[in-house]
């Protein structure tokens, strides 16, 4: 017997093995094949061929029973059900899309869309039961139960930023309501694939989809409400915002693109926007005399986030007066949370802050005086120029006795003037005053405005009766607005402290 070579006998093994690996692989493609073929979505593919074809040969509508359809608005001009048919002619715009919840058991059920409108639905039943190989492929042969065209109507709703412009099919659309700085539009009675038109404010033209009705944009929508000392950009440019009734300012970002927001403070401090989250922010409005200081975390509130106004009660009396204090409002606004906030008086001593608030109005925590300086009370009594005044008001004093208390022309002697020569000083009942006519006199928080001009707050409670007996008690709790005033007219230099304004205090302390 003939010995085999060792090297004969290894090219045999490997042609055996080669053998088996090409066997092998045939199998496996074999079965790929087999299991691609054996898949649902290929016999609605079948059935989706045979759809287009009727439809290009026109035995369409004689196996089929479409419903006549009558072009609406956005869709004049078209033969429906011609239109309808076309759409089966290019079947790369089409797709298969399972039901939901319809591969149960020995059926299934698949829809045919285009552009989001079901064009049929395609039911299937098994043939066979289900079979594996090698472990992994389970296959199972199915036969199209019914084929079934679908030509109905069809309603859509669309949600955008308001700052986008929407059209349909060539028309452009009309909100039907707007909330929160987006845009609602409705349509219905459309047949055929919708062609929406959706821009931003640049012109760029939105991607969409459209799934159960309604129609899905792709686009990114921000809206800000942030204290006006922050600075909002976008794509590196700033980024205007509109400004709101409570101090606040709106700022709306609508891009079809992820866009680049940053937000940045006074003190250097730049955050990165990127939706959802809680910005890192200490905020808050103080409003001030001038010659206070506000500092965030010891550096002061920079001029661009100071707001100075003239003070509206001392408007009365500005004319009068030279250099009067602006009204400065601060606002505060650093992107750290729980930076320090501190406020310093015109005296040089610290104002303390209550905790959590958003605005504070200290132009009426002044460091006021419990009592008028000498130099002031030796001039001019202000309670006695309060109670005078109190007394013309009920007609119990002539209009000639208070006169000198006033500036000719001014805002105050105007209303003193009107009131004693009007018709509401006739209606003031008939009394008598008691003694003492006044009571609970009190001249507290003396305040130098300018070395010209002192506010004092004085209270008290004058004491009637009426000529039936009632008494009355008539109590007055006002801000008294003093400037000292040389009349030029008189020729001489005899400067004296005139009333110019009045400012109720309320009992809450606010004015």
Not at 18 to 46: D, K, M, T
Not at 70 to 83: F, L, S, V
Not at 102 to 129: H, K, N, T
Not at 172 to 183: F, N, Q
Request: glycine letters at 8%; hydrophobic letters at 40%; aromatic letters at 10%.
């Amino acid at each position: 017997m003939k010995k085999i070579s060792f090297k004969r006998a290894y090219l045999i093994y490997l042609a055996v093995l080669a053998a088996l690996v090409i066997g092998s692989v045939s199998y496996v493609y074999f079965l790929l094949r087999q299991y691609e073929a054996s898949q649902p979505e290929r016999q609605v593919w079948l059935a989706v061929e045979e759809l287009a074809a009727k439809a290009a040969g026109g035995a369409f509508l004689e196996e089929y029973d479409l419903p006549q359809a009558d072009p609406g608005p956005y869709e004049q001009g078209q033969d429906i059900r011609q239109a309808y048919l076309a759409l089966f002619g290019d079947q790369e715009d089409l797709s298969v899309v399972r039901a939901a919840d319809s591969l149960q058991g020995d059926s299934a059920a698949y829809q045919v869309e285009r552009g989001g409108v079901v064009l049929a639905r395609v039911g299937l039943r098994a043939e066979g039961p289900p079979v594996t190989k090698l472990a992994v492929f389970t296959m199972r042969d199915w036969a199209v139960d019914y084929v079934r065209p679908e030509l109905e109507a069809h309603d859509y709703t669309l949600t955008v930023p308001a700052a986008f412009s929407v059209s349909l099919n060539g028309t452009p659309l009309t909100a039907a309501a707007e909330d929160s700085g987006e845009s609602t539009y409705t349509v219905s009675g459309l047949y055929l694939p919708p062609d929406f038109s959706i821009t931003d404010e640049t012109g760029a033209r939105a991607q969409y989809t459209i799934r159960d009705g309604r129609v899905l944009v792709d686009y990114t929508h921000y809206i800000l409400t942030l204290p006006p000392a922050l600075t909002v950009q976008v794509n590196q440019s700033d980024w205007p915002g509109q400004a709101q009734g409570d101090g606040l300012v709106r700022y709306e970002i609508a891009r079809l693109d992820a866009p680049d927001v940053t937000i940045s403070d006074c003190y250097g401090n730049t955050v990165r926007y990127e939706g959802g989250a809680e910005l890192p922010l200490t905020s808050c409005t103080i409003t001030a005399d001038e010659g206070y200081t506000v500092q965030v975390d010891g550096t002061p509130v920079p001029e661009e986030a100071v707001t100075r106004t003239p003070n509206p009660d001392y408007q009365q009396f500005a004319g009068y007066v030279e250099g009067l204090p602006q009204l400065c409002v601060y606002s505060v606004a650093v992107l750290e949370d729980g930076a320090q906030i501190t406020v310093t008086g015109g005296d040089g001593e610290p104002v303390a802050l209550e905790e959590g608030r958003s605005a504070y109005d200290l132009t009426s925590s002044g460091p006021g005086l419990d009592q008028v300086p000498a130099e002031v009370s030796s001039q001019i009594d202000v309670l006695q120029v309060a109670q005078d005044w109190s007394l013309f008001m009920t007609n119990d004093l002539a209009f000639s006795r208070i006169r000198g208390y006033l500036i000719p022309g001014s805002y105050q002697y105007e209303v003193a003037q009107k009131y004693a020569t009007g018709v509401d000083i006739t209606f003031t009942s008939r009394h008598t005053l008691d003694d003492p006519a006044f009571t609970g006199n009190t001249v507290t928080n003396f305040v130098w405005i300018t070395e010209d001009c002192f506010s004092v707050d004085i209270s008290f409670v004058k004491h009637m009766r009426l000529w039936y007996g009632t008494p009355v008690d008539d109590a007055m709790n006002d801000r008294f607005y003093f400037v000292r005033y040389d009349d030029p007219e008189d020729g001489a230099d005899d400067p004296a402290w005139k009333l110019v304004s009045m400012k109720e205090i309320l009992n809450d302390g606010e004015e």
